[in-house]
């Protein structure tokens, strides 16, 4: 080729790696023959990933351009068909030649979602439109892209392998197109069609539904829906709720959100009430005879079961002899029994503001394995015996039979312990101030190794008969709560030591060393808040117990532990002795709640070990598989648990629209401020386009927020004034407006005035 003519293609802009390959100049004449061409160029690609122009241009030569809708129409079918793969910069690639992963997709609110890495890599970022229909729980292959501009893994679902979510309520309305279920849940961003409802029902009442089409199957197919079925996704009304906006439902809500089983199947109450029947509770060779020691039990005053119990017996030479005694729940839920799976499968107790459900059956649970006062009950008793400084002399673990004296609160027993005791308590002065002495010293021991302390308020929800929030409250902290807290951990680490040392593996309990890109956000958190922290080259638990001791009572106490709870690993189950690094103990499970807990029960079963062998035959799988399933029922019971409280919150908070209340800033992001109100522990937020006529920039090094015309500031801690202006109860999220900036509110509003941004004004 002449010179002058390579110079001219070149300035043409069609590079020759761009150029159609002469061989594929004829275009295809078939399908088939298209889907063979196609496969060929991604083949002969480098990277194996090419735009759709660049493609499009090696398929076609310049004369057949006119073939591009046929092109195109191939494109479209092998997509659907999974044989190509678009990537979310919307690229082409061959998904066979990209990394992949199967994952749990956890999606958000606002329509991305991540895929979680099972092996505790960062998670791949799923933009919208990559989901591939997938919804949140889907069970996906996720092909790995790269990274975004933010550094993130970034990824596009490739395919669904299992739904996570069969059922789940929403919102039933009609339309045009006949009837249609939005769910409650702002992470499932599809409707859903449904035949008819039952009679009477009307348009905007709550229902469960049940999928039947999902939006994955319809995204796979590649193939157009039948005549008769509907062009979307589908599904089958279960049951009907009741009206939205009823607060007597949202705990409903909630649970049907999550799956969670409200009632046990009839084989599991029928062995719960056998068994509540046949076991003999009295002591034998093998159960020693507690019943002559002043056992109590402390609880809330609204507790219905009990399954710790105390016991203080004081020696001659000063030294004390502290009984923790658990209900034995291992003596009525055999291994393998109808009880059991159903113990497993649930792995633990959730609890809502109105109501808990159960791990056992109530025959069980608030029955025969409930401590209740002046009753005959098994246990295990962990037995300490302690000297005037706090030191475990020696122990002993023994199934017991026990009787408690007394059923106390958290609330009388601190009266007692502040020197104001009601008649009732008079008797256990002693015995309870012994107690405290004894629980004091472990405190001390276990803060000096370390231990973090954090004294984060809790809310409690007060409400009305109907469900409705009337208040919100900061749940108190009393001494009673520290005392048994110290005896429950000092139990848990008893036996997680005897387990380490007889067994080398069991159901531990394990918070491991904080990342390093955690602490070195932590520590960058704290210097843009000029607080005088210093970096270690190792994080100790004790480093950062100091950063929570001197920010207490201060007005940064609450973002700071915040921060620091953050910067913490999530706790889980584990087969092996990994230690609890925010308690500082080397050893550490869970052995006090069994009731509640399955872990607990299997801890137990495994103590009768001497040994390794015979472990199997105790657990409904491996000790890994276990472990790994109860951590994710915790999980899943905690979202649960927050879930409810929040729509108690922004129910509560919906009755104040309009009004103003003091408040401090918790958090700052690029795209506003995170405000907690001081009299009811609810947090909501401004959005930056809602601070003013102003042009307010994301200081990130400092967590701050700066108005570049007036040069106000907004930081983390800083006390405000705040007036409610909206709640969304779908995405249970409230959002303010400074009170200087309440009046403008209504202008906002009007389609006539002139929105303000949070960026530059134009």
Known sequence: MPERKRRRRRRSGSAPSESA??????????????????????????????????????????????????????????????????????????????????????????????????????????????????????????????????????????????????????????????????????????????????????????????????????????????????????????????????????????????????????????????????????????????????????????????????????????????????????????????????????????????????????????????????????????????????????????????????????????????????????????????????????????????????????????????GEPVDILKSPRYLSHQLIEEFMLLANTLVATRLRERLGTAIFRAHETPTPEKIENLYAFLASLSLPFSKPETVTPRDLSRILEETKGSPLEHPVHYSVLRSLKQARYDPSPLGHFGLAFPDYTHFTSPIRRYPDLIVHRLLDLAGPSGMESLLPGSLAAVAQHCSERERKATEAERMAIDFKKVRFISRHLGESFDGRITGVASFGLFVELSPFFVEGMIPIHMLGRDYYEYREDRHQIRGNRSGRTFSVGDAVRVTVAKVDFQRLRCDFVLEEEAGNLEEEKRPSGRRRSGRREK
């Open 21 to 466: 390959p002469s061989a594929l100049l004829v275009p295809p004449d078939s399908p088939s023959a298209w889907r063979d061409r196609i496969l060929q160029v991604m083949a002969d690609s480098p990277e194996h990933i090419l735009s759709l122009e660049i493609l499009l241009r090696r398929l076609l030569s310049k004369k057949d351009r006119a073939r591009r809708p046929d092109a195109q129409d191939a494109l479209d079918r092998m997509t659907s068909s999974h044989e190509l793969l678009r990537l979310p910069d919307s690229r082409l690639a061959l998904p066979d030649r990209l990394p992949s992963l199967t994952g749990r997709l956890d999606a958000s609110k606002d329509g991305y979602g991540f895929v979680i890495d099972p092996e505790g890599k960062k998670d791949i970022f799923i933009p919208a439109h990559a989901l591939a229909g997938a919804i949140d729980g889907d069970t996906v292959v996720c092909h790995v892209a790269g990274e975004d501009a933010r550094g993130r893994r970034e990824g596009v679902i490739f395919r669904v392998l299992a739904h996570g979510r069969k059922t789940f309520p929403g919102l039933l309305n009609l339309t045009p197109e006949g009837w249609f279920v939005k769910p409650k849940d702002a992470r499932i961003r599809h409707l859903f069609h449904v035949e008819a409802p039952p009679p009477g029902t009307e348009s905007g009442t709550v229902v469960i539904l049940e999928v039947t089409v999902y939006p994955a199957d319809l995204a796979g197919s590649g193939e157009s829906p039948a005549r008769d079925t509907p062009a979307g996704p589908s599904g089958r009304i279960l049951s009907v709720l009741g009206a939205d906006g009823d607060p007597s439902i949202d705990t409903d809500l909630v649970i049907a959100s999550f799956g969670f089983s409200t009632a046990f199947p009839e084989e599991v109450e029928a062995v719960a009430h056998r068994r509540a029947e046949e076991v003999p509770i009295e002591p034998d060779a093998v159960r020693k005879d507690f019943r002559s020691l002043e056992i109590v039990t402390i609880d809330g005053d609204t507790a219905k079961d009990f399954d710790d119990a105390i016991s203080i017996e004081e020696a001659g030479d000063g030294t004390v002899t502290l009984g923790i005694h658990i209900a034995d729940v291992s003596a009525y839920v055999l291994p393998g029994s109808a009880l059991d799976r159903e113990g497993f499968a649930r792995a633990t107790s959730v609890y809502f503001p109105d109501r808990v459900l159960p791990m056992f059956p109530e025959v069980l649970s608030n029955g025969v394995l409930s401590l209740n006062p002046e009753t005959d009950r098994l246990a295990r008793s962990v037995t300490a015996r302690i000297d005037r400084e706090g030191n475990i002399l020696s122990w002993t673990l023994d199934r017991s039979v026990i009787r408690s004296r007394m059923r106390m609160t958290y609330s009388e027993v601190h009266r007692t312990l502040t020197g104001e005791p009601s008649p009732a308590y008079l008797p256990y002065v002693g015995r309870l101030g012994m107690m405290w002495r004894v629980a004091s010293l472990l405190r001390k021991r276990r803060m000096g190794k370390g231990s973090l302390d954090f004294d984060l308020p809790e809310p409690e929800i007060v409400l009305d008969l109907r």
